[in-house]
């Protein structure tokens, strides 16, 4: 059975905390759950994984989790993780958003008129960069502060700080988006856009979408610079990617599978072994007794 969270908060639909879990946290504290508001999670310190409607993430220091309102997910570590949390309702960022469901709905605002512009896919973690995380981790840390001990008018601190922290959220997913154009279709950028979300389920068509042209044509050029077809470099990155977790140790097999966006099991075990020679059951062990 999930448990269903329901937000009760005292200043105009927002709530905050700040949290530690560690390998010890009480199973019931961290279990599978879903509520009825937008919950962001900022990691101050530490890693681990964060399970998001059945599709597992690595996580640590300076990601933000994004969890839809609905959404079922859970947290776990191995050492100790350190999170600020901030939930709120829509309508907290905007009355106009009264009735909204949706996280993106946000986008409509005119405030975030630009990031409606330029946004094209949804994450559910996104790695800050270095300025844009020192940013965040200040809001964060003011609004906590805030929380606690509020002042006069509390309510117009969290609304302008988390406004803040949304737009800087959108510009992370959205900066790519405006750098890559079609006439930068270079080695360079399709690697690096594979190698940054290679853990979700990628596909040509979205990838194409991404760099404003359509399927048959992306296709053709990512083969030309790369030398191999989209479909065989996206499962290379993604099992070198599940080899350098497994050999961390931190997480099951069958976690890294999800992880790395592989549904199926079976497929996951038979592309490893290809290039790895043996199965990620045999590597991890090989690779955490070498390393112990």
Request: glycine share 4%; aromatic share 12%.
């Amino acid at each position: 059975m999930i448990f269903c969270s329901e937000l009760k908060s005292d200043f105009y639909g927002f709530k905050m905390r700040r949290r530690t879990i560690t390998s010890k946290t009480d199973p019931k504290d961290v279990r599978v759950h879903t509520h009825n508001y937008i919950e962001i999670i900022y990691v101050i310190k530490g890693s681990g994984v964060h399970e998001i409607d059945g599709v597992c993430y690595s996580v640590g220091e300076d990601d933000v989790i994004i969890v839809n309102i609905g959404q079922t997910h859970k947290l776990s570590t191995d050492s100790v993780m350190d999170m600020y949390y901030v939930c709120f309702f829509p309508a907290s960022v905007s009355p106009e958003l009264d009735y909204s469901r949706d996280f993106y709905d946000i986008l409509t605002l005119p405030d975030f008129s630009d990031a409606q512009k330029c946004f094209a896919c949804k994450h559910s973690v996104i790695t800050l960069g270095t300025k844009s995380a020192h940013l965040v981790k200040e809001l964060m840390a003011q609004m906590y502060r805030e929380y606690i001990n509020p002042g006069a008018d509390v309510h117009v601190v969290l609304k302008s700080s988390i406004n803040i922290i949304l737009n800087v959220v959108f510009r992370e997913m959205t900066d790519k988006r405006i750098h890559f154009k079609r006439s930068e279709l270079t080695r360079e950028s399709v690697t690096e856009y594979v190698d940054r979300y290679c853990k979700s389920r990628l596909t040509l068509t979205e990838m194409a979408e991404w760099f404003n042209c359509n399927s048959s044509y992306f296709s053709r050029r990512f083969k030309e610079l790369t030398g191999v077809t989209f479909a065989k470099y996206v499962r290379s990155v993604k099992i070198n990617t599940a080899a350098k977790l497994l050999k961390e140790g931190r997480v099951t097999v069958d976690e890294v599978c999800r992880m790395v966006g592989f549904t199926d099991k079976t497929a996951f075990y038979k592309e490893f072994k290809k290039c790895y020679g043996v199965t990620p059951a045999e590597y991890k062990k090989e690779k955490t007794e070498s390393d112990g």
